[in-house]
């Protein structure tokens, strides 16, 4: 069974239509980035998995959106506790005013159901997934905002795997950050693999190529092709895609 | 480590795989001659299935590395040396296995005292020795001695003009058809093996385009002043 | 093609000219604010002691103090306060967070802002007519405090949707990120990081309400009283009715006039103490949620 699935999902905003009939399948444990340019449809296409396009006016979608072969778009399935098994990590660091601590615990203390100990145990756990343990260990209870941009975002990332989801949206998780940070983001992201499947918006190929095991190319809300990376960047299929990753834009 | 350090080290796992698998070749025609068991030339034959996969996996790897990676400087380098070396490995690998096929033919068509009077194991102990070399300081990536080769390249130009003379010698002497053929096989032997050394001074040379970014002996017949691409 | 720049002195003098400008009427604003204060410090300072503020008229409204007027207004304008903050909360709420900004949401907001030009004596006699009289409270602490909420409302409602609105987006939606629900991501963030907004905006909005007079007029300020009301069903002395009954209708208006100017004192000092706490509080807040 596929970790992920898209059935020739449309979507639409009001009438403009933003993603054309795209079909789309990942198995688990993997990195699936999705590349193109501005304005094709690649975060949307992201945002249909934890529903967050729900908030905005005028969406519609035809087509299945699957994980783990279930329909989340189904009328039983509650959006809220879907965004509880799917995490998301913003563009910009978003880590709340809070102490790093509670910035950690936040998703953990919205099921009021567990204790403070193993609270503790999942937010240690988190950041150390996140490579930031060693970093903050002395200084849980300062400010998430004294953290230096790179630092914050490997917080939103322990804030997202704190409560454990089976599935992570990223959507440009490094384009803020300076190449030093973002190579450290890279490189946990390959380990985090492991135990996660990750799906990736970069508008930054070599970023896609580097850390992806399969690429998604989207062109004006078209999928145009869907391949294992070393494939994709080697030799890619449709003509459309070699003029975008040669750099032939015009 | 980071992501490009571990894309290098798989990059230098592949390419020893392919050395490896040239050098026992090379080690297993040298052991026949030197023990003129010419049937057991024909054993060189038998891995080249095995080293036509590894060639392909390492092309592969070098156009991955390449395409995913983007690597620069040194890194870059080292790509390009690769493939050059791998080039010259395969033009060794060629002539190797056309050779221990005709000799394996040709050679028990000779005399052994007469035979013995051609120093052809010891030029191809040299050459072998001489690769060796070449091979190592590339995975060293050791500069200053792959710039030394040249003198180990002496002992293996000594080696083929005595071979050279003795042949023109004996063939100067009347011989049966299936005899003088032999001869000649020989000779192209000898100077294939020449051949073969002027790669291994290749693959020095690529070495040293990887460590210090020069063309050291490879344009030094163009102008050395001319930089530009 | 090179050009010659435009010459530059004009420019800076236009310059100058627009900071000297701004600045002096800034200044001459303060000047002005300065000078009301010192002109009540002038002619009150004198009346007013720690007697004045703490006993009650007597002979006939000639002689002792604000204490009445001053609890009474306390009494009306806190009472005021709770019931506008929530009611005003709620509705900022509802217009900033939840609303989907469709016709109700934009008939609302036509709605606040038609309440907020309505003149305070309309007020008055709005809760004159409903509370006093419709509803049988009388004139009352109960139905003052009614009467003043309605009219903080507007204020109240516009501070809550801006404070609620000021939060950035970017953390809302990173709470609704992590399955918080809409309610969830309300109050563990959205409201938590208003909070120093709101209550700044509450603390200002009571120093407004403590001066209002026209809906007090009709509503629950009583001219003469002996004792400190004991229910919120009594009408009470109120500190601007009171000074307006000394200047105006007072039985010995020459001695009760330096008392009025006091009684002004006192008021304009409890509205720079609220405004100087409402900052001091913004500002401490602030800094806790940051820490």
């Given at each position: ?250 | ?128 020795q001489l690769l060796s070399s070449c091979l190592e300081a590339f995975f060293q990536a050791d500069s200053q001695w792959a710039k030394r080769i040249p003198k180990e390249d002496d002992a293996v130009d000594r080696s083929y003009e005595r071979c050279i003379r003795e042949i023109y010698t004996q063939v100067t002497a009347p011989l049966s058809y299936e005899e003088s053929q032999a001869w000649v096989e020989l000779a192209i032997a000898a100077k294939t093996f020449e051949k073969i050394a002027d ?31 | ?291």
């Amino acid at each position: 069974m596929y970790k992920l699935q898209a059935e020739n999902v449309s979507v639409w905003y009001g009438t403009h239509q933003a993603l054309y009939e795209v079909s789309l399948a990942s198995e688990r444990n993997q990195i699936v980035a999705l590349i193109g340019p501005s304005g094709c449809g690649k975060s949307t296409f992201l945002r249909l998995f934890n529903r967050m396009n729900d908030f905005i006016p005028g969406f519609r979608l035809t087509g299945k959106v699957l994980i783990d072969g279930e329909d989340i778009y189904a009328p039983h399935v509650d959006p809220v506790l879907l965004r509880r098994r799917v995490g998301m990590v913003f563009q910009k660091p978003t880590p709340f005013p809070f102490s790093i601590y509670e910035n950690v615990a936040y998703g953990l203390r919205l099921q009021n159901r567990l204790s403070e100990k193993l609270i503790r145990e999942r937010v240690e756990q988190a950041l150390q997934q996140s490579a930031l343990w060693d970093e903050v260990k002395d200084k849980l209870k300062k400010s998430a905002l004294s953290l230096s941009g790179g630092q914050q975002q490997r917080l939103c990332i322990a804030r997202a795997l704190a409560v454990r989801p089976s599935l992570i949206l990223m959507d440009e998780p490094t384009s803020a950050l300076d190449p030093i940070s973002t190579a450290k983001i890279e490189e946990l992201l390959i380990d985090l693999k492991r135990s996660y499947t990750i799906v990736i918006v970069t508008h930054n190929m070599q970023q896609a190529a580097r850390i992806s095991d399969y690429t998604a190319f989207f062109k004006e809300g078209l999928l145009i092709e869907y391949g294992r990376t070393k494939d994709f960047f080697t030799n890619p299929q449709h003509p459309e895609t070699l003029r975008y990753i040669t750099g032939r834009f015009g | 480590m980071s992501l490009i350090e571990t894309e290098i080290l798989k990059l230098q796992a592949r390419t020893r795989q392919v050395t490896t698998i040239m050098q026992k070749r090379l080690e297993l025609f040298a052991d026949a001659v030197a023990a003129e068991d010419w049937d057991r030339l024909r054993e060189v034959r038998r891995y080249q299935a095995e080293a036509l996969a590894q060639d392909m996996r390492l092309d592969r790897r070098c156009a991955r590395i390449l395409a995913l990676h983007q690597p620069v400087a040194q890194d870059l380098r080292l790509v390009l040396a690769v493939l050059r070396m791998h080039f010259y490995l395969t033009e060794i690998s060629d002539r190797l296995e056309a050779l221990s096929e005709r000799l394996a033919i040709h050679m028990p068509k000779i005399p052994p005292e007469k035979l013995r009077r051609v120093p052809f194991a010891t030029l191809v102990q040299n050459v072998r020795q001489l690769l060796s070399s070449c091979l190592e300081a590339f995975f060293q990536a050791d500069s200053q001695w792959a710039k030394r080769i040249p003198k180990e390249d002496d002992a293996v130009d000594r080696s083929y003009e005595r071979c050279i003379r003795e042949i023109y010698t004996q063939v100067t002497a009347p011989l049966s058809y299936e005899e003088s053929q032999a001869w000649v096989e020989l000779a192209i032997a000898a100077k294939t093996f020449e051949k073969i050394a002027d790669y291994a001074i290749g693959i020095a040379d690529a070495s040293i385009y990887h460590t210090e970014g020069v063309y050291y002996w490879h344009r030094s017949q163009a102008s050395q002043s001319d930089t530009s691409s | 093609m090179p050009r010659s720049l435009p010459k530059r002195v004009p420019k800076r003098w236009g310059e100058a000219t627009l900071t000297l400008f701004t600045a002096a009427i800034s200044w001459s604003m303060l000047v002005a604010l300065v000078g009301v204060i010192g002109f009540l410090v002038y002619r009150g300072g004198k009346v007013v002691s720690w007697d004045f503020i703490t006993s009650p008229m007597r002979e006939g409204m000639q002689a002792g103090g604000i204490a009445i007027p001053l609890v009474g207004s306390l009494w009306v304008a806190t009472l005021a306060l709770l019931i506008g903050a929530l009611l005003g909360t709620a509705t900022g709420a509802y217009l900033s967070e939840f609303s989907s900004k469709g016709r109700l949401h934009r008939l609302i907001e036509l709605l606040v802002n038609t309440l907020a030009g309505i003149p305070s004596v309309v007020y008055g006699l709005f809760g004159l007519a409903l509370f006093v009289v419709a509803m049988g409270l009388g004139a009352s602490i109960l139905a003052g405090a009614l009467t003043l909420s309605l009219l903080s409302l507007p204020i109240l409602i516009r501070n809550a949707q801006e404070a609620f609105s000021g939060v950035s987006q970017e953390l809302k939606l990173a709470s609704i990120g992590m399955g918080a629900s809409p309610a969830q991501t309300f109050w563990r963030i959205t409201f938590r990081l208003a909070f120093p907004r709101l209550i700044t905006g509450y603390v200002l909005a009571m120093g407004r309400l403590l001066g209002e007079t026209a809906p007090i007029l009709f509503t629950v300020a009583a001219y003469y009283l002996p004792a400190y009301p004991r229910s919120p069903l009594e009408p009470t002395m109120m500190l601007p009715y009171h000074l307006y009954a000394l200047i105006t209708s007072g039985t010995n208006v020459a001695r009760t006039y330096p008392m009025a100017f006091g009684t002004a004192l006192v008021l304009v000092t409890l509205t720079l103490i609220l405004t100087i706490v409402a900052a001091v509080l913004r500002f401490r807040l602030k800094k806790r949620l940051h820490v």
